[in-house]
């Protein structure tokens, strides 16, 4: 996920904002200014007892929820940590936190735990907020205002990802449950069934009440469980499988120093969406259609591979787990890595070749889902 802001870092993880969360702000300030006198009542004060305006309010409670999603992101990322995995960073946007997170841990009951120590982080902090709040109620109202609120968006931000819709947090947990019985792929493909009824209902819901922040979630629980279920299908299939036999050894070189309308040329001419780029001092890396494709037709002849190739790119050994160099283009996002073999560059393993490799396996061996791994 990129674009937003790198905030800091707890404990060595990056935290990053995205842009879409500053939607909420705007929105929390003009809800709280249209209705602010019902909230105070909500919280058991006046409007009247209140020091803060509405719009500080609105804005003071957007950086509570902040703090809150971080928190409960953290209690995530701090249990993957103690299993092992790599935390690369937090992302809060619009509609929570997402953890970047490496390797982590396929065993169900570290998943379970995993999964479910966010919603408990939150639900802990509604509890404690909700005891403070009783404590100043009537001695400080702006306290027990924001106090009552800080409860609030925790409960309903642990409760909610305690709902059992694969990819929320309660959705991995039923998934833990079902996988010793029925194994993963099925596990995943039962969870994100239940996930997509669940957001069907949530969608209809939304739309009927006029929350479209429900209906956007509904979106991102569909999408999102139904992702990760083909991703979990396509794994499972290609356990095992080796780099090599996927890579594609017919990808032409060029020169970093070539023109851009030359690469171009080879693309087309071999019908090759990808090319190796030998650029200076013998570094490899790929340039893409899409890299040549966004440099104007009439400058294609003025600018040279280099200029757009990427050579920063991870190589695949050839003797590489297929599932292993995925994690790796996963992590930098890149739908091409070269390949390998001793100090030969011997072609590109392509997101699209795992994909179709993972999919006619799929077509031809469907009901194989329990076989035993043949590696
Ligand atoms: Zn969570």
Redesign the pocket.
């Known amino acids: 996920m990129s674009g937003g802001i790198r905030l800091f870092s707890v404990r060595g993880i990056p935290i990053r904002l995205h842009w879409t969360f500053f939607l909420v702000l705007p929105w929390l300030a003009f809800a709280m200014a249209r209705q602010f006198a019902a909230f105070a009542a909500g919280a058991h004060t006046s409007r009247d007892a209140l020091l803060l305006s509405p719009g500080t309010w609105g804005f003071m409670l957007a950086v509570l929820l902040f703090g809150s999603v971080l928190l409960?992101?953290l209690g995530?990322v701090f249990v993957a940590r103690s299993q092992g995995s790599q935390v690369h960073e937090i992302t809060l946007m619009l509609l929570g936190g997402v953890s970047h997170i490496g390797h982590v841990s396929r065993e169900p009951r570290a998943e379970a735990k995993m999964?479910v120590v966010?919603?408990l982080v939150s639900i802990a902090i509604a509890i404690v907020a909700y005891a403070a709040h009783l404590v100043f109620e009537g001695i400080a109202p702006d306290l027990q205002f924001g106090l009552y609120y800080l409860s609030h968006i925790n409960l309903a931000i642990g409760l909610f990802?305690l709902v059992p819709a694969f990819p929320l947090?309660g959705g991995r947990v039923l998934r833990s449950v079902l996988e010793p019985r029925h194994g993963r792929v099925r596990a995943t493909a039962i969870a994100a069934t239940v996930g997509r009824v669940l957001s069907v209902a949530m969608g209809v819901w939304g739309l009927l009440s006029g929350n479209f922040l429900l209906v956007l979630i509904a979106l991102f629980v569909w999408g999102g469980g139904t992702a990760e279920a083909v991703a979990v299908i396509q794994r499972e299939k290609l356990e095992g499988v080796r780099v090599l036999e996927l890579t594609d050894t017919n990808v032409a070189p060029v020169y970093g120093a070539e023109t851009l309308r030359r690469a171009g040329d080879v693309m087309l001419a071999t019908r090759s969406p990808v090319l190796l780029v030998r650029g200076p001092e013998g570094r490899v890396g790929v340039v893409t259609a899409d890299d040549v494709a966004r440099v104007p037709e009439r400058d294609r002849d003025a600018r040279t591979v280099d200029q757009v190739a990427r050579f920063d790119v991870p190589m695949a050994d050839a003797s590489d787990l297929v599932n292993d160099a995925l994690d790796a283009m996963d992590q930098r996002q890149l739908a091409y890595v070269p390949v390998v073999r001793g100090s030969w560059v011997v072609g590109v393993l392509s997101r699209e070749t795992v994909f179709r490799a993972a999919q006619l396996d799929t077509t031809l061996r469907p009901s194989m889902d329990n076989r035993p791994s043949a590696a």
Do not use: I, K, S, V
């Open positions: 409960h992101e995530h999964a966010g919603p990802n947090d």
